[in-house]
């Protein structure tokens, strides 16, 4: 049923995608916020996380957080997603995965969380697998447009919640604030 179910909303997920790059509409980054969480534990510090406003729609994103505790063997993410209606709520994904096999199979897999990774990646230091032995992870000047990214979401203001925990510990939050735009 879960896995019916999973098939289900990746199968969805490629019909809107599909339809929404015919489309005008586009995605812009409006805010980001990164932490280190309580049950951190010194595995990991931001050292930081901003948005430049290059030109009218077109904000970059960087970000850049050490990592303390090296090598990492075991990496796994939740990426959550909310939509602004009276406060942020729930929105269409929540998901759990193997941040260490996604890295290995990123073109080889249709989710959400490869195809959010795989347009990241060539701005990013996630072109390498577990192990994880970079002493920090890095997104450099990533902006969303239409050539880079879309999804299959009604106009309006989101966030995407990304927690990535480390031998099932919570280590960090990213948040990443996005309007999606007619
Ligand atoms: C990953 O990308 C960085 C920066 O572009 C580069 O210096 C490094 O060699 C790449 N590593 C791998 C394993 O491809
Ligand atoms: C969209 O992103 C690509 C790749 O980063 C960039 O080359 C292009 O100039 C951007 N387009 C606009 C309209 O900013
Ligand atoms: C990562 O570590 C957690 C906690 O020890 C464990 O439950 C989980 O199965 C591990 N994941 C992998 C892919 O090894």
Redesign the pocket.
Known sequence: MRSTLHLLSICVFCTLLAKETTGTRMLKFTNVKCMDLPTNNGFTKYEFCRLKVV?RN?VELSLKCSLLNLPITNLTTRLQLFQRRDGYRPFLYNVYFDFCKLLSNMDRVFSLESYIFGAVRKYSNFNQTCPWTQNYMSVDKF?L?F??ISLPVPTGYYRFDFTFYSYGVPRTLTQVYFEKLE
Do not use: F, K, V
């Open positions: 030109g077109y902006a447009n050539t880079t």
